[in-house]
């Protein structure tokens, strides 16, 4: 064993420490390392030490950017350095990794404790979590669609405060969720609070915290969901139900980054990004005073507005399809293959007052229905059963969508007798949209007669 430790008390320590530790000399040769690194990189007592460090770890730093030898040339310990090691047998776990540098009696460096703790789990929960909230998950091609995906990534790069309207069902929080995941936070927490679902005693303690004794039920200090959200991001849904006593409050923390929980006088400073949603109109609420104007200006800074479904029609064969690979993966005993076109079809004419949650709900209940694989006009609880069609077209789950659409204006235009303006109606496209889409797809009425203009 090196001098470089000389207590035996500090060793002990060190060995029985829950992160990972490496003690390394100023050639990075190993001279001690505890029980938790050996378990974590797979090798046995003794094995790892007076050999160089990286080619232990096998660090995703060591050519490069070696954390020692920047700790080193900084003269200074770092924290919280991510990086990837290689276990022995070559699986990669990732971690955060401390240096600190081990000083003589002069001061002088003569080597460095590397702590590291396995963050592997945490990490790939944060991929799934990315990945789910990415833009491509958030469905449409529609114009005004293409239009949130620009802002979304626009305002994510920011800290500002962010207004998600739009009616329910839209996807309001999946826009919540994008900015959060794309954002400079996006490693921190993301903390929701339902403003409609609590009464005002309880969705001010649930935002602010509360002290015990503050009321009758509180036995012990209650941290609230703004200090728990600081230094990642708050979504306060349906900002429009919270009180004016609770308003006032909100005012303070976006003004100063100030609270006090609830029957305390003492000030907590938090540092939250916040983004509001809200279905209703807000500037109506400021004209009835059931809204505060000073705090819809210091929330309305960046305002993002979901179209409802009813605008997008072009949208529903995508989201149709989208629903449909999520549905199948939910119930693999059902075998969901597909869905005819006549319920396509059906479903491009529906109005949906529950917007898209709506169109995922009839999905998935008419998957339940289906008895063949193939969701029917029959399956859909809006429509009334129909005759049975030998051999039906039906898009599959994993078919071109371009076929989809193909077969959808085709179907149509015979049903509406071949009229064009009535046809780009129901599909929520212009006239001229449709005629390329026909062009396009080789769509062309049978001789017996021209396509109509009604």
């Given at each position: ?28 040769k190993i001279?001690?390392i505890?029980?938790?690194a ?14 160089r ?8 730093e ?5 954390p020692m030898?920047?700790?080193i ?17 070559g ?11 081990l000083?003589?009696e002069?001061?002088?460096v ?10 592997t789990?945490l ?11 990415a833009?491509?998950n958030?469905?449409?091609?529609n114009?005004?669609m293409r239009?949130?995906?620009?802002l ?5 790069e ?34 929701k ?11 001010e303690s ?18 609230g ?8 991001t ?10 004016p006593?609770?308003?006032v409050?909100?005012l ?12 305390s006088?003492k000030?907590?400073?938090v540092?939250?990004?916040v ?33 409802p479904?009813?605008e997008r ?5 995508l ?12 119930m ?7 869905i005819?076109t ?8 529906y109005?949906?007052p ?7 709900n009839l ?14 006009l ?16 039906f898009?599959?789950?994993h078919?071109?969508?371009?076929s989809l ?11 509406n007798?071949w009229?064009?303006?009535r046809?780009a109606?129901?599909l929520?496209?212009?006239?001229v949209?449709?005629w ?15 396509a109509?203009?009604?």
């Open positions: 064993m090196n001098d470089l430790i000389r207590d035996p008390h500090a060793l002990k320590v060190l060995e029985n420490l829950s992160d990972g530790v490496i003690v390394t000399n100023l050639e990075r001279v001690f505890n029980e938790r050996r378990n974590l990189l797979g090798y046995a007592e003794g094995e790892a030490v007076e050999k460090c990286k080619t232990v770890t096998h660090s995703s060591c050519e490069f950017s070696c030898t920047q700790a040339q900084l003269d200074r310990d770092l924290k919280g350095v991510e990086m990837w090691y290689q276990t022995k047998s699986q990669q776990i990732r971690c955060v990794t401390n240096v600190l540098l000083r003589d002069a001061g002088k003569v080597g460095g404790v590397e702590l590291f703790t396995d963050i789990q990490y790939q929960l944060q991929e799934k979590a990315e990945e789910r909230f833009f491509s958030i469905v449409g091609k114009k005004a239009e949130v995906f620009e979304i990534q626009m305002v994510a920011t800290d500002s405060t962010v207004m998600i309207t739009g009616e329910s069902g839209t996807g309001k929080e999946l826009v919540a969720n994008a900015i959060h995941y794309n954002s400079l936070r996006k490693n921190r927490v993301f903390v609070v339902n403003c409609a679902a609590l009464n005002e005693g309880i969705l649930e935002i602010f915290g509360h002290v015990r004794g503050a009321f009758t039920g509180a036995i012990a200090d209650k941290m969901r703004f200090e728990m959200a600081h230094g990642g708050i979504f306060l849904d349906e900002i429009a139900e919270v009180p006593a609770t308003q409050k909100l303070r923390v976006l003004q100063e980054g100030q609270l006090e929980r609830v029957g006088s000030s907590v400073t540092d939250a990004r983004i509001a949603a809200t279905n209703r109109e807000l500037e109506a609420a400021l004209e009835d005073g059931s809204f505060r104007r000073d705090l819809f200006y210091r929330l309305n800074v960046f305002r993002i507005h979901l179209p479904l009813r029609k072009e949208d529903i064969p989201l149709v399809d989208h629903f449909l690979k999520k549905v199948s993966a939910k693999p005993s059902k075998h969901i293959e597909g005819e006549d319920a396509v079809a059906r479903l491009i004419e109005k949906f529950g917007n898209i949650r709506e169109l995922e999905i998935e209940h008419a998957a339940i229905r289906s008895r063949d694989g193939t969701i029917r029959r399956d859909l609880p809006l429509a009334t059963p129909v005759e049975e069609v030998p051999n039906p077209q898009f599959q789950i078919s071109p969508l371009e659409e193909r077969d959808l204006i085709l179907k149509l235009l015979e049903a007798d009229k064009i303006n046809t109606q129901r929520g496209i212009s006239r949209t449709l390329r889409k026909m062009k396009e797809y080789g769509i062309q009425k049978e001789p017996d007669g021209a109509k203009e009604g």
